[in-house]
């Protein structure tokens, strides 16, 4: 069954140093990949999303993420964390005809001053 | 523009109690889907509709569940005896009827308390 992994449940980053979150998906055709972010009581926030092309996409925020097809990853990077940048973040991936999302289980990133 | 809406955004509700949560898509949007997530989890999908037609439903979608979206507008979603499992956030999504259908917009969720 098609499957999304975020390894890491949490982690923390200084303010102004770089971040990066791994997210490992399984599909056998290429997928098509996404990163949400989700401020505490909030929606989801479409940061970036990955359908074919270029494997390296530029989302909003200032965030980047590279897919990978041989390590079946696509890991989300910021050269600099703001503050405003904790909260929880989604790799999905999309299944099927009609546009089911598969979650991971999310990475909350903490940013320390 | 005013993004997708959802309606309330808490319900505390005692067990075995129905409740009814609403959910309005970006206009003309007539691609619609439900998600659950519970603490510490990632969403997981519950249904979909194109238009007034639910064209996939989950088998988390148990028995007591039933959506709707009789006009191919908003969408209802119901939970009838509610059980304390139920617990969760329910969050709605909506995707532009055409480019890729994956491209969904989410709405801020109702969170859903059973005692």
């Known amino acids: 069954a098609q499957s999304v992994t975020q390894p890491d449940i949490h982690i923390t980053v200084s303010e102004g140093a770089s971040l990066e979150l791994r997210c490992n998906y399984s599909y056998g055709a290429t997928p098509y990949l996404f990163w949400y972010v989700q401020s505490p009581g909030q929606g989801l926030q479409l940061l970036l999303k990955?359908?074919?092309?270029?494997?390296l996409v530029q989302g909003i925020k200032g965030f980047e993420a590279e897919f990978k097809r041989s390590q079946s990853s696509f890991n989300l990077r910021k050269p600099s964390v703001h503050w405003s940048d904790a909260a929880e973040y989604f790799c999905a991936s999309g299944s099927g005809n009609t546009g089911k999302l598969i979650f991971g289980q999310g990475t909350t990133l903490q940013v320390k001053p | 523009d005013t993004g997708v809406s959802q309606d309330p955004r808490h319900k505390i509700t005692k067990r075995g109690q129905n409740v009814t949560f609403r959910c309005d898509p970006i206009s003309e949007h007539n691609r619609l889907y439900w998600y659950r997530q519970t603490l510490g989890q990632g969403p997981e999908f519950l249904t979909y509709f194109q238009n007034e037609a639910q064209l996939e439903k989950s088998r988390l979608l148990s028995d007591r569940f039933s959506a709707e979206r009789p006009k191919g507008s908003f969408s209802t979603l119901e939970i009838q005896r509610t059980e304390q499992g139920d617990s969760a956030m329910y969050l709605c999504?909506?995707?532009?009827?055409?480019?890729?259908?994956?491209?969904?917009?989410f709405g801020p969720g109702t969170r859903l308390t059973v005692t």
């Open positions: 990955y359908f074919s092309g270029d494997t």
């Open positions: 999504a909506s995707s532009p009827n055409r480019g890729p259908v994956y491209e969904q917009y």
